[in-house]
């Protein structure tokens, strides 16, 4: 068996698989114990002199360098600029510094594999990489050129023989090791950046073959999801405090260019520039209530873009778990809270839901396949833990058996099984 590993690279967390001998795969501890790790990296910059290259935290390190409020900046859901024109360019990350998009990839990639070397006892060279139906919706050209992007940053920190799978292909492979017949499974993986289905046949006469292309019937995705969620949950429920969706004194809306960059996550530091800052603080005659551009000030000023992303998150996650909630916005304006019904916070994201439901009849109507053919749904990826998601999905499958895989690390477990068997 050559040095093999199997990453899951995901918008929100990843992990990473060793394929032992066998079918037995072993899944790295990342940090603390975990097998997961938000796909998190922080560049530190702090009383670094000019010369000095920035310190990189990390995972559950990174967004906590953050939190503490060390200077520098910390990038996270780096796989939604794969296929994009910022896949190329450089970004500041503080201290007159800059750095790559894809480059900050490859750090985070090369950080995985120094970690899963360390437990392994040697290097690793061979990798197979999961990946979404789709980098980029409704591009071929830019989705190829996403894969290629990815298989590049590989390739430079050390990975010489690099294969790709489909991560809800990867989930069928975990399902199947725990099933005794033949049947049809509709693999649901929606993450933090995009929402995958794949058609699969699955079963004991299956599941010793190495290519499996002949037993995909068809598999569709779109770009929505977690993150999509959180966005929406923000421009929705916090942002209005600070003016979005508000309306100046002769009654014309408030632009609203900066409050969609606020809620999402890559383009958040792009409204800390000091041109952009200037230019937010000339328009509060567009308010008609200033504690609003004032709000709006603050949250710019003092950098709370990402934290008001993780109230809109712990929001999401707290309907998850059934019941309203309480938003405090107290760093934006002292005793400010905002009471959410999770009506409100469902409806919210409704259209989301909408176009994930969609992915999940196109998958079915491109393999011909009736609903009442598919055997099992298998849910996976961290976004099916929102439990109203999963039983609007369910739902449209009434006969099918519901199966809930590891949400966070099924993926990398059905990874490692394709490793093993690519690469024996």
């Known amino acids: 068996?050559?040095?093999?590993?199997?990453?899951?690279?995901?918008?929100?967390?990843?992990?990473?698989?060793?394929?032992?001998?066998?079918?037995?795969?072993?899944?790295?501890?990342?940090?603390?114990?975990?097998?997961?790790?938000?796909?998190?990296?922080?560049?530190?910059?702090?009383?670094?002199?000019?010369?000095?290259?920035?310190?990189?935290?990390?995972?559950?390190?990174?967004?906590?360098?953050?939190?503490?409020?060390?200077?520098?900046?910390?990038?996270?859901?780096?796989?939604?600029?794969?296929?994009?024109?910022?896949?190329?360019?450089?970004?500041?990350?503080?201290?007159?510094?800059?750095?790559?998009?894809?480059?900050?990839?490859?750090?985070?990639?090369?950080?995985?594999?120094?970690?899963?070397?360390?437990?392994?006892?040697?290097?690793?060279?061979?990798?197979?990489?999961?990946?979404?139906?789709?980098?980029?919706?409704?591009?071929?050209?830019?989705?190829?050129?996403?894969?290629?992007?990815?298989?590049?940053?590989?390739?430079?920190?050390?990975?010489?023989?690099?294969?790709?799978?489909?991560?809800?292909?990867?989930?069928?492979?975990?399902?199947?090791?725990?099933?005794?017949?033949?049947?049809?499974?509709?693999?649901?993986?929606?993450?933090?950046?995009?929402?995958?289905?794949?058609?699969?046949?699955?079963?004991?006469?299956?599941?010793?073959?190495?290519?499996?292309?002949?037993?995909i019937l068809a598999n569709h995705g779109v770009h929505v999801a977690g993150t999509d969620f959180d966005r929406h949950i923000e421009l929705a429920h916090i942002l209005p405090a600070c003016g979005y969706g508000g309306v100046g004194p002769t009654g014309r809306e408030v632009p609203s260019k900066v409050y969609f960059d606020l809620a999402t996550w890559h383009l958040i530091n792009t409204v800390y520039g000091a041109g952009r800052v200037a230019e937010l603080k000339q328009m509060k005659s567009f308010y008609a209530d200033l504690r609003q551009h004032t709000r709006l000030m603050n949250v710019v000023q003092q950098r709370l873009g990402h934290a008001l992303i993780g109230q809109a998150e712990a929001a999401k996650i707290a309907v998850a778990e059934g019941g309203d909630t309480r938003i405090d916005l107290s760093l934006v304006d002292a005793g400010l809270q905002v009471l959410v019904q999770a009506s409100d916070v469902i409806e919210a994201i409704d259209s989301d839901f909408g176009q994930i439901v969609a992915a999940a009849d196109e998958t079915l109507a491109q393999a011909g396949i009736a609903r009442e053919q598919v055997g099992a749904l298998y849910f996976t990826g961290g976004s099916t833990g929102l439990l109203p998601l999963a039983a609007r999905i369910a739902a449209c499958f009434p006969q099918a058996q519901v199966v809930r895989g590891n949400r966070f690390s099924s993926v990398a477990q059905g990874l490692g099984i394709h490793a093993q068997r690519v690469f024996a």
């Open 1 to 215: 068996m050559p040095a093999v590993c199997a990453i899951d690279f995901g918008t929100s967390n990843s992990a990473i698989a060793l394929p032992q001998k066998g079918e037995g795969v072993r899944l790295v501890e990342l940090e603390n114990g975990q097998i997961t790790m938000p796909t998190a990296v922080f560049y530190a910059v702090e009383g670094l002199a000019a010369f000095e290259e920035p310190h990189l935290h990390f995972g559950r390190a990174a967004i906590a360098a953050y939190v503490e409020g060390i200077e520098g900046r910390l990038m996270r859901s780096m796989k939604s600029i794969l296929g994009s024109t910022l896949a190329d360019q450089a970004t500041d990350v503080g201290g007159g510094r800059s750095v790559r998009y894809l480059d900050v990839v490859g750090a985070y990639l090369r950080h995985l594999k120094a970690t899963a070397e360390r437990e392994a006892g040697r290097a690793l060279t061979h990798v197979v990489l999961g990946r979404p139906v789709f980098f980029v919706d409704d591009d071929p050209e830019r989705d190829a050129a996403a894969q290629k992007a990815l298989a590049q940053a590989a390739r430079n920190v050390g990975f010489s023989e690099i294969s790709f799978e489909y991560e809800p292909i990867a989930a069928a492979l975990d399902f199947e090791t725990t099933i005794d017949r033949e049947q049809v499974v509709l693999v649901a993986d929606i993450g933090g950046g995009t929402s995958d289905f794949s058609l699969v046949r699955v079963g004991p006469q299956q599941r010793l073959r190495v290519d499996r292309r002949a037993d």
